[in-house]
């Protein structure tokens, strides 16, 4: 009898694919980042608890070019509040978007980061850089300017994002059980960068509210060609009932309405 596809895999088929994981060559990206000082209050809002806001309101928009393997591209960005958990300070993104449905479907069941299907833009043209995040037809957040000079390249650098796992129930009635608070851990080499005279514009979206985070004092764009690794963990497990007020913040719309 032939083999069915969709049968058992072997065990040694299934340790081939976790030694296939970890060889996973180094994948670069050009990407640009913008960081800008928002209203402390507003930044407040955005964060389910236990978050709490850090120090200094800042957002951070990333928005890369990643060259994959085999000559392929995927456009990724990320628009992310500075925040605190215990004694951990970090990012919490509010909206990823991709533009591949591999990279938004692994994001989001293993890690649960807030990925959607979107479009991600970045060019630059000798000094001239731009960039930008578009969805539902909308260029929500846009960033560039003129190239004002390299910078030296920082050494391998750490950062923390946070995360909440969660699936929504299959009856439609909240979650299916309590909200998964991810630490992920992303380790990170850089090796160019440069400095960006430029602007962030932020246009108003229905559904990718970024423009409720304005920017009050820009703080750098940089342009800058990166890689990075991350490791995730389940530090906290968090009422459902506190994660409720925020699921919109992942799902346009969980009643689905739009879909026509």
Not at 115 to 127: A, M, N, T, Y
Not at 129 to 152: I, K, W
Not at 242 to 260: G, I, K, N, T
Request: hydrophobic letters at 40%.
């Amino acid at each position: 009898m032939p083999r069915v596809r969709y049968g058992p895999r072997t065990a040694e088929e299934l340790e081939a694919a976790r030694a296939a994981r970890a060889r996973i060559p180094d994948i670069w990206s050009t990407g640009v980042i913008a960081v800008w000082e928002t209203d402390p209050d507003a930044l407040a809002q955005v964060l389910p608890p236990p978050l709490r806001p850090a120090g200094r309101p800042l957002v951070r928009a990333t928005i890369s070019r990643v060259d994959l393997p085999g000559g392929h591209e995927l456009g990724a960005g990320s628009v992310a509040v500075r925040a605190v958990h215990g004694s951990v300070e970090g990012d919490y993104p509010l909206v990823m978007p991709m533009t591949t449905e591999r990279a938004l479907v692994g994001g989001r069941e293993v890690f649960g980061e807030p990925k959607k299907l979107g479009d991600v833009v970045v060019r630059r043209d000798g000094d001239h850089v731009s960039a930008g995040l578009s969805r539902h037809g909308v260029s929500f957040v846009l960033a560039g300017g003129v190239v004002a000079g390299e910078l030296p390249p920082p050494g391998p650098h750490e950062n923390v994002d946070f995360y909440f796992k969660f699936l929504p129930a299959p009856d439609g009635d909240g979650l299916d059980g309590d909200a998964a608070l991810v630490h992920c851990t992303r380790r990170g080499r850089t090796r160019a960068s440069w400095r960006v005279d430029g602007e962030v514009v932020l246009n108003e979206s229905p559904w990718d509210p970024v423009a409720d985070l304005p920017v009050r004092r820009l703080v750098e764009i940089t342009l800058g060609e990166r890689t990075s690794v991350q490791e995730g963990r389940i530090v906290e497990r968090v009422p459902a009932g506190a994660v409720m007020p925020y699921v919109h913040q992942r799902y346009d719309d969980p009643m689905q309405v739009l879909d026509s």
